[in-house]
């Protein structure tokens, strides 16, 4: 892929891992990816929890020091 600067220069992506910004998929990929996340991170199937590309609105965590840390360690 290419990405062109706000100052105009055009560079290469050497190593996979980016997503442009409006790419198709990318609001999708990154939903699923953040309610992924949560579940892995001990969240319950069962929690109110909305994602809409990298924003989320969810229920608190019980003990959200431990849920970052599990974040972390992912």
């Known amino acids: 892929?290419?990405?062109k600067?706000?100052?105009g220069t055009i560079v290469q992506q050497q190593f996979p891992g980016?997503?442009?910004?409006?790419?198709l998929?990318?609001?999708c990929l990154n939903s699923m990816g953040q309610y992924l996340?949560?579940?892995a991170?001990?969240?319950?199937?069962?929690?109110a929890f909305w994602a809409l590309g990298d924003d989320t609105i969810?229920?608190?965590v019980l003990d959200p020091e431990a849920?970052?840390?599990?974040?972390?360690?992912?």
């Open 1 to 3: 892929s290419f990405f």
């Open 25 to 27: 998929w990318t609001i």
């Open 58 to 60: 969810q229920d608190p």
């Open 67 to 74: 849920y970052v840390a599990r974040l972390q360690s992912l």
């Open 41 to 47: 991170a001990g969240g319950s199937e069962e929690d």
């Open 37 to 39: 996340l949560h579940l």
């Open 5 to 7: 600067i706000s100052d």
């Open 18 to 23: 980016i997503m442009k910004s409006g790419c």
